[in-house]
């Protein structure tokens, strides 16, 4: 970490030294110096770096904007559905038949036309890639003319939805080996150049068929949020992104932007007691965290305000569920929270005591001690973390944190209290957290979190046809007034905050209405990209 940061700033002084070269290169030819360079490009240190490259078919784009690519749907900035590259869209009566129309007019950067073939291509491409793109539910996908695109699904599915919205269309005779690193989209910018682990720069494409970007030219640096910030004091980007813990700094010439998001972090609890295996051998369960007057006690024991006051500097907003103000939340499961006294009482109508007055509660000899684990790379995790256990400690829970690396949390992640983040536009989320049928399924469900009743209210919401139905069992399925898988009822997460994204934007750089901000891969604050203007 120390090297890669070492070289972060070193590119920082060489794009300086370019920056300004070509500054005074423009003063000997007589150019006004109160002028502002480039106009029509933007310098952007917002991390984002895809490892594996920029391929939708295996997951690039699913936070936040794909940007070379179009989708078949979007969402607006008020997170409304609307077209992108469909016309429309059609669902049958059993939710089984998905039929889509595309536009006429677009085409790929490499000015070829975008057919419904592509369409199948990718969608066939992407089922079969084994990625994050879960499209087991698809039987088929076929088109019947080139505008025209048909998807039989094996069961109804609601939030298949989100996959129209989230997949990016690549062309079927451009797509193959080595495209990730060079690839062709029809979106609003083209690819142009990747130096790996430096910087990518893309272009305007000439053969978007939406509102034309206003600015020509994008490059991006990847920097840690450290070096993010010298660059922006540096003058260098005009767009930086920063950690809470720096954006009350002043810097010269920028304005801070903090943006709401969906980016939470929250503690997982094992919710079954030890003595099982996974397939791998890793242990399952924990006997502390599987009592829910523990997982009650510690929901209501945390002060949420006081995490964004004191590990946020005030960037974020208490978060009580994985999709605080979305659609599909329930507002109904938020909990009053920060009270000791109502904490206390939770514990000891489960049974639990100090009997040897040493300050940690016990039950069936059992100590109300656990370990929690976190990214030993994430500062805010480890700062949250800390905080929690000494939220916790006078109501007599005793938790032990620990930083770890994510190799060893995959290990651990099954008998340990885990600090994760999440955070999507898309409802199969919270699917994918708690339904009984992903328990111990990669990183989704480690805590075997099983309710029937929950199950039954999410798997209403996949099989109905009707978007607000559906959102009404989502919403039901958090907590129906006597169950749930909020804090309300099962409590097998404690949710504690929403961060929100931070920013350096350049004064005279208007970056348009940001809407709600998912989980912070990809370049979620460049979702409406083609609306940024220099005000003048």
């Known amino acids: 970490m120390h090297n890669k940061r070492v070289f972060a700033l070193i590119l920082v002084i060489s794009l300086a030294v370019v920056l300004v070269t070509g500054y005074l290169a423009q003063k000997e030819k007589g150019a006004d110096s109160t002028e502002t360079p480039q106009k029509n490009e933007l310098v952007?240190?917002?991390r984002g770096e895809a490892g594996s490259g920029y391929d939708p078919t295996t997951g690039w784009g699913r936070y936040g904007s794909p940007l070379f690519h179009s989708t078949l749907l979007t969402r607006d900035n008020d997170l409304n559905v609307v077209n992108d590259l469909a016309t429309g869209y059609e669902v049958s009566n059993d939710g089984l038949t998905w039929t889509v129309t595309i536009r006429e007019d677009a085409k790929f950067s490499d000015g070829n036309p975008v057919r419904a073939a592509d369409v199948v291509y990718t969608f066939d491409t992407a089922a079969k890639s084994g990625s994050v793109i879960d499209l087991t539910v698809l039987e088929n996908v076929k088109a019947t003319d080139d505008k025209t695109i048909v998807f039989k699904l094996k069961e109804p599915r609601s939030t298949f939805l989100s996959l129209l919205i989230s997949t990016g269309i690549v062309p079927k005779?451009?797509?193959g080996e080595g495209y990730a690193e060079k690839l062709i989209g029809s979106g609003p910018y083209k690819f142009v150049q990747w130096d790996k682990g430096q910087q990518l720069i893309v272009e305007a494409n000439p053969e978007y068929y939406g509102p034309e970007p206003y600015f020509k030219k994008l490059t991006f640096l990847f920097l840690e949020e450290d070096a993010a910030f010298a660059a922006a004091k540096a003058g260098q980007v005009d767009v930086a992104s920063v950690l809470p813990s720096i954006a009350k700094q002043e810097v010269s010439g920028m304005r801070l932007l903090a943006v709401e998001s969906v980016d939470n972090r929250g503690i997982m609890f094992p919710m079954v007691t030890s003595g099982r295996k996974t397939e791998d051998g890793?242990?399952?369960g924990n006997d502390v965290t599987a009592d829910i007057a523990i997982r009650k006690a510690i929901n209501v024991a945390v002060d949420r305000k006081a995490l964004v006051d004191g590990v946020l500097e005030g960037f974020g907003a208490p978060a009580y569920t994985v999709c605080d103000n979305l659609p599909w939340w329930n507002p109904e499961a938020v909990i009053k929270d920060a009270d000791l006294e109502e904490a206390k009482r939770l514990l000891a109508?489960?049974?639990?005591?100090d009997l040897d007055g040493d300050g940690v509660l016990e039950k069936g000899g059992l100590k109300a001690t656990f370990t929690l684990v976190y990214s030993a790379t994430d500062q805010t995790r480890q700062s949250l973390a800390l905080a929690v256990a000494d939220m916790v400690k006078p109501i007599g829970i005793d938790i032990k944190v620990e930083g770890k690396s994510w190799d060893d949390i995959k290990t651990m992640m099954y008998s340990n209290a885990v600090l994760f983040g999440w955070?999507?536009?898309?409802?199969l989320e919270m699917y994918n957290l708690y339904s009984s049928k992903t328990a111990g399924s990669g990183w989704y469900n480690t805590g075997f979190y099983s309710n029937p009743v929950v199950d039954g209210y999410m798997d209403k919401?996949?099989?109905?046809?009707?978007?607000d139905e559906a959102l009404e069992y989502w919403k039901k399925a958090q907590w129906d007034g006597t169950t749930g898988l909020s804090a309300k009822g099962d409590a097998p997460w404690a949710w504690l905050v929403n961060l929100n994204h931070c920013y350096y934007v350049r004064d005279s750089l208007?970056?348009?209405?940001q809407r709600i901000q998912p989980h912070?891969?990809?370049w979620p604050i460049t979702a409406n990209i083609a609306e940024w203007t220099w005000d003048e």
């Open 44 to 46: 952007l240190a917002i």
């Open 510 to 513: 208007n970056t348009g209405r």
């Open 173 to 175: 005779h451009a797509h």
């Open 520 to 522: 912070g891969h990809g």
């Open 349 to 353: 109508e489960g049974g639990w005591k």
């Open 423 to 427: 955070g999507g536009h898309d409802p």
């Open 282 to 284: 890793h242990p399952v």
């Open 461 to 467: 919401a996949l099989a109905t046809t009707n978007a």
